[in-house]
Nanobody, 126 residues
């Protein structure tokens, strides 16, 4: 079992920055593929970024490349999402999620993530 708790969301103006954190409890954190996904009102949940267990493989959706940076600290059982140059279209509830490492090639498929945090709201005003 893995429990995930996100923090760091909030209201920011366009062009601003936020850093999301996700603290995990449970064993074998470093074996999990960790992802950030988001869901805006009336839209489907979508992949944002993912990082492999050891941190050597990182993935982003095209619209956030160059603006968002995912990282993890396995000693602290924490994954981060640094979001810079935020745009109004980035507004959503952001979820941290964990998947067994063997689902690595399915990093963008939210159905493969079986542990989820409660979500944190990110609102970007224009």
């Amino acid at each position: 079992q893995v429990q995930l708790v996100e923090s760091g969301g909030g209201l920011v103006q366009a062009g601003g920055a936020l850093r999301l954190s996700c603290a995990a409890s449970g064993r074998a954190f470093s074996s999990f593929l960790m992802g950030w996904l988001r869901q805006a009102p009336g839209k489907e949940r979508e992949f944002v970024s993912a990082i492999s267990g050891g941190g050597g493989l990182i993935y982003y959706r095209d619209s956030v490349k160059g603006r968002f940076t995912i990282s993890r600290d396995n000693a602290k059982n924490t994954v981060y999402l640094q979001m810079n140059s935020l745009k109004p279209e980035d507004s959503a509830v952001y979820y941290c999620a964990a998947a067994p490492g063997f689902w690595l090639t399915y990093y963008s498929d939210y159905n493969k993530y079986n542990y989820w945090g409660q979500g944190t709201q990110v609102t970007v005003s224009s």
